[in-house]
């Protein structure tokens, strides 16, 4: 039967797409440390993340990790192999970079339909010995008890683009990911990476990313997971051993709420607080700002808030947790930046 849906725990599968040299090796490390402590990487890019390991300086400096690196062919019993790996020895995040040269890669699932066409038979029905491999890779992914990060190398052209000077010069740019078609829209959050190493989320359920153009960061990865850590925890089975009484006890039920987080701190509420008056500068009104706050909290948190309107606008923002604070400081962020790169004063407007 039908229930009310409710945003739970479940694991993160995030993807980075990106031309060569675009940085996603080292944004996907960087995110992944801030999801987790312990990071498993599964490399098949020459040991390109091992050049990040043992770094001094910058802002992997002590990141540590474990790495599997994979050789020619790549098939995908390796890669599946890699994951339970991972799982077994419970890695907070696996990073596998990249998952192209299981699509497209020596010994990958295009190598292998050309062996099949080259055997005879018709090229199009030689699809149903592939096509399940695929779907075999893709569910273990999706499934896996661990947060996981996927590269993906993109399709390459070159654009032409003005410099400082007038003059045109080409320009890399990245387009489709080198992958089965579809396969980024598995994932809970997709970022695509620019030459510039600056990113922007072609999909993203989190909704902390709409909008914007920015390098990813450790901070990313944490407040991907304030995210994840704001919907409700996921009920594990219970031991038919279990004393069930023990259930019924606060201590039991603590952290069921799908709110109980840490309050917003002091450096949050002024930061809100900021924006909220240079965007009621730029002649919004507060109904106005109110309500996109409260849309806001509930689209992304699944929390009605601030029903009663801004009678106490200090007031209200302290019943913020940490986590949605982050959310508003981010949709507020965006706002300010729109309006930022719009010449023209906007008028007063009502919800």
Known sequence: MFKKAQRTQTKLKIAITGPSGSGKTF????????????????????KSASLYA?????????????????????????????????EKARYDVLLIDSISHAWAGEGGLLDK??????????????????????????ARILQADTHIICTMRSKQDYVLELNARGKSVPKKVGLAPIQRDGMEYEFTTVLDMAMDHHAVASKDRTCLFDGQVFKPTKDTGVKIMKWLKAARPIQKPVDPGQDTEQDSTPAASAGQDDHNDTAITEEQLNKISGSIKRIEARGYS???????????????????????????????????????????????????????NNKKRPVAKEA
């Open 27 to 46: 944004s996907a490390l960087l995110i992944a440390a801030g999801i987790g402590k312990r990071i498993a990487v599964i490399d098949t890019e020459n």
């Open 286 to 340: 507060m109904l106005t700002i109110n309500k996109g706050i409260t849309d806001t909290v509930k689209k992304v948190c699944n929390r009605d808030f601030m029903t009663r309107g801004f009678l106490n606008v200090a007031a209200v923002l302290t019943e913020l947790t940490e986590v949605e604070a982050d959310v508003v400081i981010s949709y507020l962020s965006a706002w300010e930046t729109h309006l930022n």
């Open 113 to 138: 339909k050309t062996a099949l066409d080259a055997r005879g038979g018709n090229s199009y029905t030689n699809w149903a010995m592939i096509t399940p491999e695929q779907e075999r890779f893709k």
């Open 54 to 86: 043992g770094m001094e300086k910058g802002p992997l400096a002590g990141l540590e990790f474990d790495i599997l690196e994979i050789e020619p062919p790549y098939t995908i019993a390796k890669y599946l192999e890699g994951i339970e790996a991972a």
